[in-house]
Every structure is written in structure tokens, then in C-alpha cells.
């Protein structure tokens, strides 16, 4: 009986080219079953998953995997002119059959098909299976290119193929971008039905909430949790609000202990100066006189001692409460002239906007979305608005975040649009950095923060799918940033939890 699947990582150590070093002395095992990777965007979890699957080779440590891998990246693209066969990887088997089964084949093809009798039905089962078949069909579909799929779909298919080739250990990054919610449950159901090892760096909450297992990327670490996000969030939460309780204790140790080092410095002084009137007026022999004094020195340096050893003692104790409370800082959003008021007509048109309305558009892969809020765009609001779309391409990627901002808005002082973005944590030299070398979540966030210092700023905020690519944290950022937002929006996206949480009022669903 052959061994179950699995990973084990010892010791990995791993630089990038630039020597940025992203893992030292990582230890990890993933066992049968399924693990949600989170972490926040560059903690290293897609250059993880490229090390175990052989991608890449650690500097030093060992990746032990036990069974055969698939993984999927996160950036699929297919030549528009291939096959689905080709992307399958059923092209080969299929000519073998063709000639088999018309009386040429030889040995060579008999080779080709294997033990793969029945390939062409089981993928057509799966791509059945996963949503696909409107672009397959049946067996003859295998020959169209892949020309026109949506991104949905072109996700749905490069997990086919990997599926088919039944793999022991499957590895998946952001598999859920561009999948509408009927994708996004058929990629759940099918990994609710691999056998295997599955481990899923992505940022879905539902999809991490069907996970048997959490894996946190953190500092170049990974801890595990056996539970789904929602549980993984509560431990967190809970561990959080003990770190703060002692943090503050031991802040209040520190200041306490400094006080009592003050207050024994105080004392020693007055012993001193109480010593050396005794030794001027010579009221006892001078040996006696030396002794004491020798006697009090080392006195009060044993006093000192033990007070400053005390206080170094509390302040390396603060040192590590101040390790174990996380940096969540929170993005402020306090425009007041943002402000809609109940009855104000925003938009007419393709679609009527009333008030501060939050509308979730929907509908699946291909149904419009995008085209709808360009329409929107096209036929002008009747207020001021932003556009914030999928491709975020409103930068110079050459120039910093305040370059960017300033060049955007001219009518704002400097001191003003630095303000603005500290606002969406861009603080100090974090505004220096150049856009180009932002994560996905952090151009969110720039692109936010740029729209709203716009003069006069937008009362109407129109974004398609803000949520792809984010991490976890940077997703809470965007949802605080718009709660707090006075004005109407228009959001694409199929995360209905985020949809929820940003208190969407009302549905619009394409094609239907």
C-alpha cells in the first residue's frame, strides 16, 4: 500500500535574486487533506508554493514531497490559439486514438494512449463538471481555440487539465480571481472531492472556511491551525486582545520600574550627601569614616544594580508584548464633502442611481458588468465620480505615490496630499516608494486615495472587482476605507461576504 500524499519542508532557507530574504529555516509539513495558505501579499506564499513544486530550489533545507504535484498559478494566460486538447494535454492521445481506432496505429501509439482508454470521457465529465460546457460540449469541442474565454473560464480549464492528470498533491494560487459565484462553487466542489493534498494560497473567506487547515505566513515563518478561516480568525482575534492586555502591562511595568530607579537615585544622593557632612565634621576616627563610606558605596551600587536590572528586565519584557501585538493599522476616511444626500439623483441612464445607494452588481463571467459601468462612465453622473478599474492603470509606475498624487491633484499643498495618504497608510517614506513596485493591494490603495483627493472629489465611487489579488489584510483596509465613504457606490464583485461587510443596499444582476 503506497504511502499517503503529503509535504515536508526542513530547514528552507530561500533568497530572491536581489538577496531579499524571504525564508530562514522554514519547517512545515502539509498532510493529507486541505490547507488554506494566508499571509500578507510578498510574506512569500506563492514563492512557497513555486519551491514545492520545483520551481524554484531553496538556498539551503530540504522539500520533501510524496506523491505527483499540480499546480496552477495565479496568472493563467493562453495563446488564443490553442486547443482545449492542447491545454488538456490530450492532443497526443487523441491522434493516437483516432489512428488506433481507424486500424493505423502502431506501437508508438499504443504507447501515446497507455492505460488512457477513456481520457476524452472523463475530461469530458470534468470540464462538464466544472461549468465548462459552453465551450465543450462534446468530444468534436476539444478542436475550437481558446480564443474567446473569459478569465473565469480560462481558470476553470487550466484546473481541468491538471485535474485530469490526477495528481497525489495539488497546489492552487488565488485560484478564485475572476471566477464568478458559480465558478467559485464548482472549484469548491471539486476540491471537496480530491483525494489528495491540497494547499490553496488565496484570500476567498468562503473558499479558506471549507479548508480542514489554515497555514499563516508571518515573518518568514508558517504557523498552522487546525480549523477554517472563521475559527483561525477567532484564535487570532483572542490571541490579539491578550497581547494588547499585555502590552499595556507591561508599559505600565516599565514606567513603574523607572520611577523606582528615579526614586532610589533620589535616595542614594541623600545618603551621599548625609555621608559626606558625617566625614567633614569627623565625628568618628577616619578608619571608621572610610570604612562606612566604602560600606555605603557598595550599598547603593548593589541598590542601583537591582533597580536597573529590574528596569532592563521590564523594558526587554515590553520589547516582546510589543513583538506579539500585529501592526493593523486602519485606513481613515473622513471627507465629509464626499457626502450624498438621501434623494439626490447620481446617475441616470443604463443604470438610475438615487441617494447614497451601495449597489453590488453581478451576474456571471461575460454577462456585462464591465461594459455596464463604462456605459455609466460614458453617460455621465450627474455628480462627481471615480473609476477604479480591474487594471488600476491611472499610475506612472515610474513615479512614487506622491508624484502620482500630485500630478493628480495639482490644486492640493504638499504637506495636504501627504496628509491624504497617511490617511490609506501611506506614511513617512512609504509615499516615496515607487508605484511599480507596489502590491496589488497597496496600488488599491494609492488608486483610493488618489481618487478621493481629486477636486471636487467623487461622490460616486464605480469599482470592478477591487477584491482580486488583495490579501487579507489589505482586504479589511478596503472595507474599512469603504465604510467609511459618505458617497454612492457601484461595485463589481463576487466576494459576497465583502459585499456584506461594506453594507451593500441593493442587487443589480446581469443576465438574467
Known amino acids: 500500500m503506497s504511502s499517503p500524499s503529503g509535504i515536508t519542508l526542513s530547514g ?5 535574486p536581489d538577496g531579499t530574504r524571504v525564508f530562514d529555516q522554514l519547517d512545515a509539513t502539509f498532510t493529507l487533506g486541505r490547507t488554506g495558505l494566508v499571509g500578507r501579499n510578498g510574506s512569500g506564499k506563492s514563492t512557497l508554493l513555486h519551491l514545492v513544486a520545483g520551481h524554484l530550489r531553496p538556498r ?14 495565479q496568472d493563467v494566460t493562453l495563446d488564443p490559439a490553442v486547443t482545449v486538447a492542447e491545454v488538456l494535454g490530450l492532443a497526443q492521445v487523441r491522434r493516437a486514438l483516432r489512428r488506433i481506432e481507424s486500424g493505423v496505429g502502431d506501437a508508438t501509439d499504443f504507447g501515446a494512449v497507455g492505460d488512457r482508454w477513456n481520457i476524452e470521457e472523463r475530461a469530458l465529465a470534468l ?35 491538471r485535474l485530469l492528470d490526477e495528481p497525489d498533491v495539488l497546489l492552487l494560487d488565488e485560484p478564485t480571481n475572476n471566477l464568478d459565484a458559480d465558478g467559485r462553487s464548482r472549484l469548491q466542489e471539486a476540491l471537496d472531492r480530491f483525494p489528495g493534498t491540497v494547499v490553496v494560497a488565496g484570500h476567498d473567506r468562503d473558499l479558506l472556511d471549507r479548508m480542514d ?10 504557523r498552522l491551525f487546525g480549523c477554517g478561516y472563521s475559527e483561525y480568525e477567532q484564535i487570532i482575534a483572542a490571541e490579539q486582545e491578550s497581547a494588547r492586555a499585555a502590552l499595556r502591562d507591561a508599559r505600565n511595568d516599565v514606567r513603574r520600574q523607572s520611577l523606582d530607579l528615579a526614586a532610589a537615585e533620589s535616595t542614594i544622593a541623600q545618603r551621599q550627601r548625609y555621608g559626606r557632612r558625617m566625614f567633614e565634621q569627623k565625628r568618628e576616627p577616619k578608619i571608621v569614616m572610610g570604612a562606612r563610606k566604602r560600606q555605603a ?35 481613515r476616511v473622513d471627507l465629509p464633502e464626499t457626502t450624498v444626500h438621501p434623494g439626490t439623483r447620481v446617475a441616470e441612464g443604463p443604470l438610475e442611481i438615487v441617494g447614497p445607494e451601495r449597489i453590488a452588481l453581478g451576474g456571471a463571467n461575460g454577462s456585462g458588468k464591465t461594459t455596464l459601468l463604462d456605459a455609466i462612465v460614458e453617460a455621465g453622473p450627474l455628480v462627481p465620480f471615480a473609476l477604479l478599474a480591474q487594471r488600476l492603470d491611472i499610475f506612472d509606475d515610474a513615479l512614487s505615490v506622491v508624484e502620482n498624487a500630485e ?13 491624504r495618504l497617511a490617511r490609506f497608510l501611506f506614511r513617512g517614506s512609504d509615499g516615496d516608494v515607487p508605484v511599480g513596485a507596489l502590491s496589488g493591494g497597496e496600488r488599491l490603495r494609492a488608486a483610493l486615495a488618489i481618487a478621493l483627493a481629486a477636486d471636487p472629489p467623487p461622490r460616486l465611487l464605480l469599482l470592478d472587482e477591487p477584491t482580486n489579488n488583495l490579501d487579507l489584510p489589505s482586504l479589511e483596509h478596503l472595507t474599512q476605507a469603504l465604510r467609511g465613504f459618505a458617497g454612492a457606490l ?23
Request: overall charge neutral; aromatic content about 4%; proline content about 2%.
Open 127 to 161: 470540464v462538464h463538471r466544472l461549468g465548462l460546457g459552453r465551450i465543450v460540449h462534446d468530444d468534436s469541442d476539444f478542436d475550437r481555440t481558446v480564443g474567446n474565454l473569459s478569465g473565469g473560464e480560462t481558470m476553470l480549464l487550466a484546473l481541468t487539465a
Open 297 to 331: 558605596q557598595e550599598s547603593a551600587g548593589r541598590y542601583r544594580r537591582e533597580h536597573e536590572t529590574n528596569l532592563a528586565s521590564a523594558r526587554a519584557q515590553l520589547a516582546h508584548a510589543q513583538d506579539a501585538v500585529r501592526d493593523d493599522r486602519e485606513i
Open 407 to 419: 500630478r493628480r491633484a495639482p490644486h492640493l499643498p504638499p504637506q495636504e496630499i501627504r496628509a
Open 12 to 16: 528552507i532557507r530561500y533568497e530572491h
Open 213 to 222: 487547515g489554515i497555514a499563516e505566513m508571518r515573518d518568514g515563518h508558517l
Open 60 to 73: 539551503s533545507g530540504s522539500v520533501t514531497v510524496r506523491g505527483r504535484v499540480a499546480f496552477l498559478r
Open 490 to 512: 457601484v461595485v463589481v464583485s463576487h466576494d459576497k461576504r465583502f459585499l456584506d461587510d461594506i453594507g451593500t443596499t441593493r442587487s443589480v444582476t446581469l443576465g438574467t
